[in-house]
């Protein structure tokens, strides 16, 4: 508020010194003076409430003695005068009182912050249910419902991962600064203003108010905003003569608009402590690909993704269609209610007819959202449309394991049911063009020819750039001479998000290769590109190049060092840093990184591992042991920690209790591939090939296109005189991953005929 006053009541000769210093916060009351429609519409929306203080005005649940039971645990809900209380079951499984500081969103559900040492807020797992009664709510209810969380699982609401300051704040707030600090672990957070404001899209907005004051004389085609939300400008949606659809002229010269909602539209991992307003998202984040568990092969969201990466896929991306056709910015609502809102730019008379939806008109499945955005319920009661805008393909459906739109609503019926039903409507001619999602899917289960189809997607120009992304991505496993040109010409991109996933893909390649290949990144114009380049060539000697390269990879070092200190309020963010200071060769600062980790988070696995991995490399294995033992006295169920063991005891030769420590990895993860592969090896070289051999089948059986297993497999029935199981193994390992060292000489080795 002293800011807005010394705006209102400053003499402009200030505006200089502001200039000078360049664009600062303002708040709501400097926009709404001039802009009274827009923060009228803005008044009352989402981002006005996204996070308000604790008030009798603002707490909409049930705190007049209300109690919600679950696990075992009664939690109670009650005021005192104008403060909120709840009582319920804090970090040691105890019940205790905690006073509610804020509200957290408004509808269709409330959550509610409790303060905490250190300068933490944690979000209470216990939400008030905004929904009317008749549509089942004004109700307390769990956000896990399903799901026993005791004090000391990773999810339980005192946690980090129920913690405001890194998970919810830079979306719920504007100029957000988590402001953690490693030495005392405490956070010194800030904020221009608690919800999200006019400032949170349109940037700081000193410089304009500074423009207005000045009547708008001066000549500034920004009219000294710092972000130039025009993407529209004059641009109009036109029907040529007989198109069904309209058609944006002129065309979209830039993602703007987009790219200033996708920070808190989009899933994605922060590049540091805070981002710059409208600067392009991949500056400022790293966005998720379509991995599994977020998104299924066909690109529809599956986990918790938000819009964004689910927009990129879409025609609609392509075609220049911004948030803001269809969302009135400042209000949040649509352009125009039901199926109106696509009529914009979809004739009515060829799509809002039965002769398109074959439905009811006024019955589900007679909206556009049904069928081409359907939705997922989060957070037990918010339901979300996906934004990728499909055409309806039950008929690749089963082939790339995803959901069957159609069956949304028509419950048991299966894909066979709905695709004949779509082939009896459209006829012949319907589109059945190829879907990415195919690839995605082979690589997803490790089909032969999986990667000759990542290959086709990732140089695929019609396929959007995120899935082309996670094309190059997913050969990062699959690297060969064929598939290595593909991740090379992903270098050479003209979209950010495809080079970035060439960098990753080439993190374990040859270090010579990967130098020749990425060193051109490290002054890549986008920070993400910039900043992986330099992880991926941390280990590269910089004495051995040039003057001129040298120089601007130690800038890109130093710029990623920079940036991954503001991320250290979480155990990933601290062993990044110390693998960053290891390949670096800063061994001590690497060791308290690591020791950081397992003192602040102690059950975090990965710290443990590379931590006594470190100790390894120093010929310490002695504090490698301890380290682990530590580990697994925290943590008896990682499987992580007691193969790491495993590994220790064969340094050590302590070979019987190497064996029994790789099998226990093994068992506590069945699913893991890699941790069956070594229990085997090691069998093996134990003289228990018998052994050795059903490990490898049962994992053949989890994962029959395994290449590492396949070879192992092969090679261990040769040895033992199976010439038939051999050369069957070896044939399936030559069909899944031709290129895998030494598939043809095995082949040959078992059957002398194979070409």
Known sequence: MLWTVLLLAVPGSLDAAWAAAGPTFVGVASCAGCHVAETQAWRGSQHDQAMQVATPATVLGDFTGASFAKDGVTSRF????????????????????????YTFGVYPLQQYLVAFPGGRWQALP?????????????????????????????????????NWNWMCADCHSTDLRRGYDLQSDSYHTTWSALNVSCEACHGPGSGHVAWARDGGTAVDPAKGLTVRLDDRGAASWQFAEGARIARRSPPLASHVETEVCAPCHARRSPLGDGHEIGK???????????DPGLYHANGQMDGEVYNYGSFLQSKMYAAGVTCSNCHEPHSLKLRAEGNAVCAQCHQPSAFDTAAHHFHTPGEPGSWCVDCHMPAKTYMVVDPRHDHGFRVPRPDRATRTASPDVCASCHEGKDPAWSAARIAEWYGPDRRREPMFGEALAADRSALPGAAQRLVKLADDPAASAIARATAVAALEHRLDERTVAAVQRGIGDQDAMVRLAAVSALANVDPRLRARLLLPL???????????????????PTLDLPQAQRAQLEAALAEYESAQSGLLDRPEGLVTLANFYRDRGRLPEAEARFEDATRLYPSFAPAYANLADLLRQQSRDEDGERVLKQGMAVMPGSAELQHAYGLLLIRQKKYREAVAALGKAADLAPNDARFAYVYAVALQDSGRPGEAAAVLERAHASHPNDPDI??????????????????????????????????????????PTAG
């Open 280 to 290: 392009p998202l991949l500056d400022g984040y790293r966005p998720q690909l379509l």
């Open 710 to 751: 396949l070879f192992s497999l092969a090679a261990l029935l040769l040895q033992q005189g199976d010439l038939d199981s051999a050369r069957r193994y070896a044939q399936e390992l030559v069909g899944v991953a031709p290129g895998y060292p030494n598939a043809r000489e095995l082949l040959r080795a078992v059957d």
């Open 78 to 101: 009650y005021r005192r005068g104008d403060r909120f209380y709840v009582e319920t079951d804090g970090p040691d499984g105890a019940l205790q009182e905690y006073p509610v500081d």
């Open 126 to 162: 216990l939400a008030w249910d905004t929904r009317p009664k008749d549509q089942g709510g004004q109700r307390w209810f769990h956000l896990y419902p399903g799901e026993k969380i005791g004090a000391r699982d990773e999810l339980h609401w005192t946690g980090i991962n129920q």
């Open 522 to 540: 490290v002054g890549d114009p986008v920070r993400a590109v910039r900043l992986e380049a330099a992880r991926v060539l941390a280990p590269v």
